[in-house]
């Protein structure tokens, strides 16, 4: 038992060296620079930093934007297969693990084809001017699209499972017999009791769309993690400082994300 | 008046019948046609464009095989074993070290320290990209804070190379093997190990009869989401080591922006589709795996 006893501190001494010390070292870094000893200028820097405020500005846009779509997307869809067209099921649930087979880069790698059709193809139609609209630098729409494609995997997953956990038919079935409209009986009694799900959604959506550099970076937009990326080459303190900065954040999201889950559990275990 | 009341019952149910139809269909259609469009156009598009090349004096375009040959040579096929080769390497190590934590943390007494260390996975699981990178880089970079503390660059240490990307991508593929082999070994009865031992087995002849056989579609199913999940990984290796490592999404990237030939973007789509397919593979190899596994956990 002794000797099972300090195999199993081996292994948990070793991961929490291996996950702690990159953190540590981190935020050593950015607040011990040689030569001038310890300062927390790197932290101050950041809001005053060019091109901060309107990244992170465009990355929450874009995580609203992609939130509500994804939401309205997948809502009504899921509540309706749980209601009726049992046949649609299996065609919802392939349709939306299908981006966990394409790679980001991979997608983007065809979207980047499809948007060059604008100017090669279309510079005489109508449709030209969507394509201008679509990669609109101030907002663009075409990540939004990218990021609802990207975020079908995990919104399907936990709005899933939020459903399963509760009868929809029954719920549906006794708001419609109080006189609800369909409308009605979906927003008053269904959603409050997906509230754990379409949080959980959202915050996933959330954390992905702040953390996606890829589709971004080739696309040539700018939202916040391009924005790292970009101050990185020559700003090596401030660049780190944000990534600690941003890790927190994450992680104080999906924290507040796991909390939450531990509590709809417990409270479902407990009903 | 019995013809008003059989038509007053028949009626709303029929509507009602329609009524819950209709909105069934209706209300995935949004989804389908969006998903057909932001997902369906771009992926034809890079299918068509894999199989085409525009001759570059007259326009015209052809189909062609070529591209899917060219991106299965040279330094394309080059990035694409090195691709394979890092997702292999980090996805095996990750696997047999997440077990070991699991299994640590699993078998121990003390139940916060199980609900710290799964809360944890489930963090660092989805953190990667550029902050993951970064943070490396002040650990273990060239003037990190332990390779000057430690002069590891003496040693001939070097993040920016193979050895440096497994450590890196170990970072959150542990976490990742945490979370999906946890249910598994929760799935192992205390019951099978003490008919086991009473049957006079040792701990070895457990693990090597009982719990690896049981365990053994979790740890591949799990091994290959690893795999797939290091394989379509960009933006750490970009923000890391630029392309000193060959990498099959770095070299798509280049391709995309044209920044080492010109006229490449076609063979980006067909490494795309190389990508695609692999990926395709290791979910064709992974749902049948995670359903097996399933069976033990009821």
């Known amino acids: ?271 | 008046m019995t013809a008003t009341l059989t038509r007053v019952d028949v009626v709303p149910a029929a509507s009602q019948k329609r009524r819950r139809r209709a909105p069934g269909w209706l209300a995935v259609l949004p989804l389908l046609a969006f998903v057909a469009v932001a997902f369906g156009v771009p992926a034809l598009a890079m299918l068509n464009g894999a199989f085409t090349v525009k001759n570059q004096a007259t326009g015209a375009t052809s189909y062609t095989t070529a591209n899917l040959t060219d991106s299965l040579q040279g330094a394309y096929l080059t990035a694409l074993l090195g691709s394979v080769k890092l997702s292999a390497v980090s996805a095996l190590l990750s696997t047999v070290l997440g077990l070991l934590l699991a299994q640590a943390v699993v078998t121990s007494r003390f139940r916060t320290l199980r609900e710290a260390v799964l809360t944890a996975s489930g963090v660092l699981a989805n953190f990667g990209g550029v902050p993951l990178a970064f943070a490396f880089v002040a650990t273990l970079g060239n003037s990190g804070v332990l390779t000057r503390h430690l002069g590891l660059t003496d040693k001939g240490w070097s993040l920016y190379s193979f050895w440096g990307l497994v450590i890196v991508y170990l970072y959150f593929l542990i976490p990742l093997m945490v979370l999906t082999i946890t249910p598994a070994l929760d799935g192992l009865r205390s019951q099978w190990r003490e008919a086991a031992q009473n049957n006079g087995a040792t701990a070895v002849q457990y693990w090597r009869h009982v719990a690896l056989p049981v365990l053994l579609p979790s740890l591949l199913g799990g091994f290959v989401l690893l795999f797939g999940s290091a394989f379509a990984a960009y933006a750490t290796a970009a923000a890391m080591v630029g392309s000193s490592v060959p990498l099959v999404t770095l070299q798509i990237a280049d391709a995309i922006s044209g920044n080492v030939l010109v006229g490449q973007e076609n063979v980006a789509l067909a490494l795309s589709l190389d990508m695609v397919l692999i990926a395709g593979l290791v979910m064709a190899v992974y749902l049948p795996l995670q359903r097996r596994s399933a069976r033990w956990l009821a």
């Open chain 1, 1 to 271: 038992m002794a000797r099972l006893n300090a195999w199993r501190w081996l292994v948990l001494g070793g991961a929490a060296l291996y996950f702690l010390v990159p953190l540590a070292a981190s935020v050593l870094f950015t607040v011990d620079v040689p030569g001038q000893g310890i300062t927390f200028d790197a932290y101050g820097e950041i809001v005053g930093a060019d091109g901060f405020l309107p990244g992170l500005l465009l990355s929450l846009e874009l995580a609203a934007a992609t939130i509500a779509v994804v939401l309205l997307l997948m809502v009504p869809a899921m509540v309706a297969l749980r209601l009726g067209a049992p046949r649609l099921r299996p065609v919802v649930e392939v349709i939306c693990s299908l981006p966990l087979v394409v790679p980001p880069i991979a997608f983007v790698a065809g979207i980047s084809t499809v948007l060059k059709w604008g100017p090669e193809h279309l510079s005489r139609t109508p449709l030209f001017q969507t394509f201008v609209a679509l990669q609109n630098p101030d907002f663009p729409v075409v990540l939004v699209l990218a990021y609802v494609v990207m975020a079908l995997p995990f919104v399907h997953r936990s709005l899933d499972a939020g459903l399963r956990a509760i009868d929809v038919r029954t719920l549906v079935e006794a708001a419609r017999s109080c006189g609800a409209s369909p409308a009605q009986a979906l927003v008053t009694a269904v959603l409050p009791n997906l509230r754990g799900a379409l949080l959980n959604a959202s915050f996933l959506t959330l954390a992905l769309v702040l953390g996606e550099f890829t589709v971004a970076q080739i696309l040539g937009f700018q939202p916040f993690a391009v924005w790292i990326y970009s101050v990185g080459g020559s700003q090596a303190q401030l660049s780190v400082a944000v990534s600690v900065l941003s890790l927190l954040v994450t992680w104080a999201l999906l924290l507040a994300l796991a909390g939450l889950g531990g509590r709809t559990r417990t409270a479902a275990a407990k009903g």
